[in-house]
Nanobody, 124 residues
Framework: QVQLVESGGGLVQAGGSLRLSCAAS????????MGWFRQSPGKEREFVAS????????LYVESVKGRFTISRDNAENTVYLQMNSLKPEDTAVYFC?????????????????WGQGTQVTVSS
């Protein structure tokens, strides 16, 4: 099993930035696609961004394109989500996820492993 631990959440004003980190266990991190999802109270968990196992391909939900950047450091078993120009509607618990080896993450069902989540709150 893969264990994932998120960090970096917090409270920021609209227009500010945060960088989320997700540390993964194991030595096979480089074979997993990684993704970020978010969930607000009363809403379903939604896809935010994903990155291929080698880091060569990325996907983003339309609402964060140009503002968020997903990246990974396979040497440190870590995936990041740099969030700029944050908006109040970005407020949510953000979850890190790992998918099937060499696969693609674009929806909840693509994820096989989940972190516990980290809270991001953006004030207006």
């Amino acid at each position: 099993q893969v264990q994932l631990v998120e960090s970096g959440g917090g409270l920021v004003q609209a227009g500010g930035s945060l960088r989320l980190s997700c540390a993964a266990s194991g030595r096979t991190f480089s074979s997993y696609p990684m993704g970020w999802f978010r969930q607000s109270p009363g809403k379903e968990r939604e896809f935010v961004a994903s990155i291929s196992s080698g880091g060569g391909s990325t996907l983003y939900v339309e609402s964060v394109k140009g503002r968020f950047t997903i990246s990974r450091d396979n040497a440190e078993n870590t995936v990041y989500l740099q969030m700029n120009s944050l908006k109040p509607e970005d407020t949510a618990v953000y979850f890190c996820a790992a998918g099937s080896r060499y696969g693609v993450i674009r929806r909840n069902s693509d994820a096989w492993y989940w972190g516990q989540g980290t809270q991001v709150t953006v004030s207006s």
